[in-house]
């Protein structure tokens, strides 16, 4: 985790800026999750996922990275990135890790405002940057789906050594060899639910870094906007770092 916002480009966003630019304030912090149900049961669920981020965290890095680099665009994106890849594989992975390690308090959101405005810096439009996020969520999905089938397959291997010493038939009722007991179903429903409900944590938890780094595209734009309509203005803080990064094509 010590390398996550430790990169180049780091040093020439403010952060408090940020947090007042864009009202990263409690208040607006709470309506967010309340809008989307994101509550400490989701918190709770993403530390538990936390020993499953880690197992995974070099495959979902390379991965991810795997399609980036099958694109001419987004390769082109990456090359301005002062990082190479193993250095963005190795932010990638840190990156897992801080969804489930996340206080998703205040500075939690001004940290993910700041990776927006970062790709903002390096030029990449905004379908890559919110494409990114697709791609992530189908890694993850694949990542849980898998829990998950692993999850069904314990709770029918509990049910069937508790009911008829090994076998499955302590899970299927008297009248047919197909229609599954009561409450053999309710344990198998359980761990699927407990699993839909660990993926949703994840997806509420994405959308909700996506807001902040959407946020930070849309200041920024706005504020260069203002920036070109007033060449001769002199002009302080992060539009002004922002506009002297795409004119010049610094790294």
Known sequence: ????????????????????????????????????????????????????????????????????????????????????????????????????????????????????MLHYMLGMPMKQYIGQYGVYYELLFSLIRERVENEVVAAAEGWAKENDGGGFLGGLSGSSDTELSAEFEAELREAIDDGMDDLLSVFRIMNLDMQMATDAYNYANKRRDVIDENEDDDQDGLADEVSDILASGED
Do not use: C
């Open 1 to 116: 985790m010590d390398v996550f916002g430790q990169g180049k480009l780091n040093s020439r966003i403010d952060p408090d800026l940020l947090r007042g630019a864009l009202e990263i304030n409690e208040d607006e912090l709470e309506w967010r999750k309340d809008f989307i149900n994101f509550d400490e049961d989701d918190a709770e669920r993403l530390a538990d996922l936390e020993a499953l981020f880690r197992d995974h965290q070099d495959d979902i890095a390379e991965q991810f990275y795997e399609n980036i680099r099958a694109y001419e665009e987004t390769t082109e994106v990456v090359g301005r990135s002062p990082k190479g890849i193993e250095e963005l594989q190795e932010t990638q992975r840190a990156y897992l890790l801080s969804l489930a390690r996340g206080r998703y308090d205040r500075e939690y959101f001004v940290d993910r405002a700041r990776i927006g």
